[in-house]
């Protein structure tokens, strides 16, 4: 195939642009442009605008020769073809040292740069796993990290509709001043979603700041908020039912054991807000928060709880007894309740007994995932109970936690228990159960 206009036996010249489009679409960077060089028609469609909306670039701190070409080809192909950019996502993969980081900020500050100048459609900005604590940022390094990208978001403020900056942690200054970027224009943002997990430094107590209630007030049509534990309080939540009742569906609240999470936060505070925005959903993740107190503490009956996730991380505790938190805490949500992740080091306690009780209690459970000591018999007992309409689950991941290094008599039972209710897993289940020793 010589050129667009001479005849060609092959039908791969006379493909519609729009399949030829799609094509293009699953090729990466270098066979795309090796691809546009075969003739005039593909050379065309390697320049269509619809091929280039979403980019993302991955910063190697310890790159291979393959994954450094990768990154300096996304780069590349991000400036030639950047007016066309809707999604762009950067991410900062293991920095080694402060050399890095400084020409990570140079690299940043020219890219952001070029596109303030030559795109008027970016709406969604991802930038994740900064971490600005670490020693490898210098304070001026940071600094001036933090004000070029204050600078294009100011830039881009009109059309941004979303911002992840996970993993910044950031001060709090810094944090809210990057946030006020999204409002300097007329001190009102109505971005519908940011994720701001893990975005401040670990210990600061966010939810006591003013400056952070200033900031959040300028947010008035927020769809989805994602973050931490430690920026929620009464005042916080006071803004959302003032300014983002309307528009509000989703509130993602992550909370670690090292951020501060023992603030009290008034159940009528949430009511309010749940009557405000009645499409509301929570989704809670608790890290190494497993104490009864800490969780009565937070998990609020008023709460509208879509989701509860709770990882121990493969650390265990005495003080740790998950039984109370099942049979007592929990249930409060059996009618609100569709997703539970419990993945939990419960050597010192056997669950079973307790987690069917919840999982049957809970109307609208369709999501399980259990990473846990129980018996293998609990997997037939759950079956059984699905089988017979008792719960309506249509995804089961199990992971079975057992001190036994020899686990053959486990695997044949939980074969048999397989083939026995294999019609029901095939027809109607995401079904996944393993077992796995911890020895």
């Keep these: 195939m010589e050129d667009y206009g001479e005849p060609d036996a092959s039908s791969w010249a006379y493909l519609p642009d729009v ?39 991955t910063f190697y701190g310890r ?9 300096k080809s996304a780069l590349w192909y ?35 740069s070029h ?54 942690r950031v001060t709090l200054e810094e944090g809210c001043e990057l946030l006020n970027s999204l409002s300097c224009l007329t001190n009102k943002s109505f971005i519908s979603e940011i994720s701001i997990e893990d975005f401040f430094r670990i210990n600061l107590p ?45 509130l993602n609240i992550k909370c670690h054991v090292h951020d501060p999470h023992r603030q009290h936060v008034w159940g009528m505070s949430w009511a309010n807000l749940a009557k405000r ?27 509208p709880v879509r989701s509860i996730s709770l990882r121990s991380c493969y650390f265990s505790h005495p003080d740790w007894i998950m039984r109370p938190t099942l049979t007592n805490l929990l249930p409060a949500y059996c009618h609100v309740l569709q997703e539970l992740t419990l993945e939990l080091n419960n050597v010192h306690e056997l669950l079973d007994d307790e987690l069917l009780q919840l999982i049957l209690s809970c109307k609208r459970l369709l999501f399980l995932k259990v990473w846990a000591y129980l018996s293998v018999t609990f997997m037939e007992t759950l079956l059984q109970n699905r089988a017979e309409r008792k719960c309506i689950l249509t995804t089961i991941k199990v992971r079975i936690y057992t001190r036994h290094q020899e ?4 695997n044949q039972l939980l074969g048999d228990i397989h083939r026995k209710f294999r019609y029901l897993i095939d027809s109607e289940l995401n079904y996944f159960v393993t077992i796995y020793p911890m020895v």
């Design 19 to 57: 399949c030829l489009r799609h094509i293009f679409h699953w090729l990466d960077n270098r066979d795309r442009s090796q691809a546009a060089l075969v003739c005039k028609k593909w050379n065309w469609a390697m320049h269509s605008g619809t091929l280039w909306r979403s980019r993302a670039i």
């Design 63 to 71: 790159p291979s020769r393959a994954y450094s070409l990768e990154t």
């Design 78 to 112: 991000v400036k030639k073809f950047g007016k066309y950019l809707e999604h762009l996502e950067i991410k900062l993969s293991n920095p080694p040292n402060t050399a890095f980081t400084q020409k990570f900020q140079v690299t940043v500050r020219g890219l952001l």
């Design 115 to 168: 596109l303030a100048k030559c795109n008027s459609r970016l709406l969604s900005l991802t930038i994740k796993c900064l971490e600005f604590d670490r020693w490898i940022w210098k304070n001026v390094v940071r600094a001036r990290f933090i004000k070029n990208l204050g600078t294009f978001l100011k830039r881009m403020s009109k059309q941004l509709d979303y911002l992840n900056l996970k993993g910044a």
């Design 206 to 250: 966010v939810y006591r700041s003013t400056l952070f209630h200033q900031t959040m007030s300028k947010f008035h049509s927020l769809v989805t908020l994602t973050l931490n534990y430690s920026c929620i309080s009464d005042e916080v939540l006071d803004i959302l039912q003032e300014h983002s009742a309307h528009s509000l569906c989703t």
């Design 277 to 303: 925005a009645p499409r509301l959903d929570v989704n809670f993740l608790f890290e190494r928060v497993m104490k009864h107190d800490e969780l009565y503490r937070i998990l609020l009956a008023e709460i």
């Design 407 to 410: 686990t053959n008599e486990e």
